[in-house]
């Protein structure tokens, strides 16, 4: 059996979970509401203050989808009592981030700003110029705007500029040596 599809899943204070007809999974916190549609052959069942999945035999379509049920389930629990965040670090001469509004802007290098709007679940704070936090409640979405703003200024191992996560180590490479000896 998987190890991580066997886990249940606590449900904390303030959190209540429904599963409906066709295991459709709605889960509504202090933070907010999620919810999530699940394969109809798998047992999701509320036991008191945890969820228990279940998948029906050991066919190897099931056993895929016992631990990644399990774990979109978790996800969205603690995405609406916690909430996810994904901290950005701005490296570069002239580059920095702005918020006015619900408008992200950031100064990249280009001729122009870069802009992104607040929504779709996910909030943009700017504490320092060099740093931008991802908000919300939905774990991909979190991780997907992050690395969509990431994705305007890759980090590059020479003069270390770019967007990076916090968490990131950037290996740096020598430049060129120059061209001695050579005619």
Known sequence: ????????????????????????????????????TFDKDLSIVVEGAEVVVDRPNDESKFKSLHG????????????????????LEINGV??????????????????HPVEFTDGDGV?????????????????QKVGQAAAVVRSWRL????????????YEVIRRKEGKSGAKGKK
């Open 1 to 36: 059996m998987s190890r991580i599809g066997r886990k249940h899943i606590a449900i904390p204070a303030g959190v209540t979970v429904n599963v409906a007809a066709g295991n459709v999974v709605t889960v509504k916190g202090p933070k907010g509401e999620l919810n999530g």
């Open 68 to 87: 990644l049920t399990r774990t979109l389930i978790s996800n969205m629990v603690t995405g609406v009592s916690q909430g996810f965040s994904k901290t």
């Open 94 to 111: 002239g580059y920095r981030a702005q918020k006015n509004g619900k408008t992200l802007s950031l100064n990249l290098g280009y001729s």
């Open 123 to 139: 909030e943009f704070e700017v504490p320092a110029p060099n740093r931008i936090i991802v908000k919300g409640i939905d774990k």
């Open 155 to 166: 980090p590059e191992p020479y003069l270390g500029k770019g967007i990076k996560y916090d």
